[in-house]
């Protein structure tokens, strides 16, 4: 059955550490992965996007690498605050010509000063 | 650039009603995908609008509906409302047609209790 695996429903970091979260799928082939941050009440906000073909990508404090062959990506965020505690999503894209992302369940990241 | 909105943001109604929501996407945004999120399910997708036509659909009972207007508006139908209907109902636009990949801006969300 195809699956979206997202690390633990939360993660506990001190303030000034790197937070690593971690996404697998199962029986997808996506084109491209997405993550996404989201806050109570709010609807997510669009963090970085990576191409199948593509290690890493990097964006200020953050880093999203992708396995194909594995199936993961991981998602890093250095020199973590307590304003980026919030809640993590991975989507898959399976890039057949239309918008929509399959999505994990979330990773909770709290960032304790 | 105004973000993407959402009314109404809550709404109650009972068993066997039915509800209309709306979505306004970022000008210029031909792509309106909808998206329901319950904490036990996560993000669902429930269909994709690109032009007026519906591209995709998730995998919901035919109560869920939607069309997209001449202006990229969209609304979302449920009718014969039940229990397990209540959600958060996120829209999200989207610059062009999903073909490269790109990144999906998501409003508010519309808050629907069934009671």
């Known amino acids: 059955s195809q699956k979206i695996e997202q690390n633990s429903e939360a993660l506990n970091i001190q303030e000034g550490k790197t937070a690593t979260l971690t996404c697998n799928y199962t029986n997808y082939s996506p084109a491209y992965l997405q993550w996404y941050r989201q806050d109570p009440g709010r609807g997510p906000v669009f963090l970085l996007l990576i191409r199948e073909n593509e290690k890493e990508k990097r964006k200020e404090r953050l880093k999203v690498t992708f396995d ?35 999505f994990g369940a979330g990773t909770r990241l709290a960032v304790h000063p | ?96 047609s999903g073909t490269k990949g790109n990144e999906q801006f998501f409003g508010p969300g519309t808050r629907l209790t069934v009671l």
């Open chain 1, 68 to 102: 194909t062959t594995l199936k993961q990506s991981l998602f890093h965020i250095t020199a973590s605050q307590p304003a980026d505690s919030a809640t993590y999503l991975c989507a898959l894209d399976l890039g057949r010509g239309y918008n929509k992302l399959i």
């Open chain 2, 1 to 96: 650039k105004a973000g993407v909105t959402q009314t109404p943001r809550y709404l109650i109604k009972t068993r066997g009603q039915q509800v209309t929501l709306s979505c306004s996407p970022i000008s210029g945004h031909r792509s309106v995908s909808w998206y329901q999120q319950t904490p036990g399910q996560g993000l669902q997708f429930l269909f994709e609008y690109f032009s007026e036509t519906q591209r995709n659909k998730g995998n919901f009972p035919g109560r869920f509906s939607g069309r997209q207007f001449s202006n990229s508006r969209s609304e979302m139908n449920v009718s014969t409302l039940e229990l397990g209907d209540s959600a958060l109902y996120l829209c999200a636009s989207s610059s062009n």
